[in-house]
């Protein structure tokens, strides 16, 4: 049975919430875009549209460039720079032969993927659908997620690590729920 070491990546991995710099990424490049976003993020505090609805729509917008896959390339080579050596070095006891290590978040695969694949790791994260529609792995959605792709009956949930996510860690045989404020 393979063992999965699941890493969470915002505010674990990495020390800061990466779908928040991607939006200011996008946001200030142009003022139509910046305007766009102003209105989906005013739409969302004002709770006319959901947190999915708005990573959608600035997804969305972001994906229009013709650039975009290069500029997640670049945006993917940031966020390994700023890895957490603590966290690889908890993945590194954790880890051999028979280990599956999945990077897990609630942000979108289109630079989730691209980490996860530079660290030789599968992803498991926000994405859309066949249909188009966004699936928002966030909170209930990530851990039920988890359990769908990942079985108990199939995978051994040996080592977690995320700064939250108390539900879902519980569920492996170990994990460490890591405070950037209290670790460092």
Known sequence: MKKINLIDLDLTLIGYDSFRKYV?????????????????????????ISRADLFSKIILEARKRSDYGQLMEKFAGLAIKNIDPKILDFIKIHTDENSLNVLCSASPDDYVKIIASKLNWESFCSYFNEDGEFVHLWGIGKKNGVEK?????????????????????????EYKLYNKVSSS
């Open 24 to 48: 200011l990424y996008f946001m200030f490049s142009d003022c139509v875009t910046f305007a766009k976003y102003i209105y989906w993020i005013f739409q969302r505090y004002s709770k006319r």
């Open 149 to 173: 792709k990942y079985p108990k009956t199939e995978f051994e949930y040996n080592f977690a690590v995320s700064d939250n996510d108390l539900e879902l860690l519980k569920r492996f045989k």
